[in-house]
């Protein structure tokens, strides 16, 4: 059977469609998981990312002169630029982590003592310049 033009059009949309759907339940379906060793995105039950706390350097929101092309996104929403926080690493081929977590100074507070009670101290540690 044959489609024409329009219906491969349609076809097209209809596809576009049920991407874009798919993308969107799997974003919004992400979670951040302060684990005893590592900082990890879930997707339901499942670990997608982990990133250990040795890894993690500095913690903090975005400055104006972050590369977002050399950065890891792991976005749990849409129009979430208020809720951004960047985790900078030792190693990878991408230095930046980003997410967003709903609450993003109480994540981050969470996060820094949990990495103090593993024993790893950030770079950033006391920076008061990074609170405002």
Do not use: C
Request: zero cysteines; aromatic letters at 16%; a positive charge.
């Amino acid at each position: 059977m044959l489609l024409t033009p329009l219906q491969w059009v349609l076809v097209g949309i209809a596809a576009a469609a049920l991407w874009v759907g798919v993308w969107y339940w799997f974003r919004t379906r992400l979670r951040y998981v302060i684990g005893q060793s590592s900082r990890r995105v879930v997707f339901g039950k499942t670990t997608v990312r982990r990133v250990p706390f040795e890894q993690i350097r500095r913690i903090q929101k975005p400055r104006g002169g972050l590369p977002w092309y050399w950065t890891e996104n792991w976005r749990n929403g849409f129009f979430d630029s208020h809720r951004v926080l960047v985790l900078e690493r030792n190693t990878g081929w991408f230095p930046w982590f980003v997410i967003t977590p709903s609450r993003r100074y109480e994540f981050r507070f969470q996060l820094r003592d949990a990495m103090a009670r593993h024993g790893v101290q950030t770079e950033d540690e006391g920076a008061v310049e990074d609170l405002e």
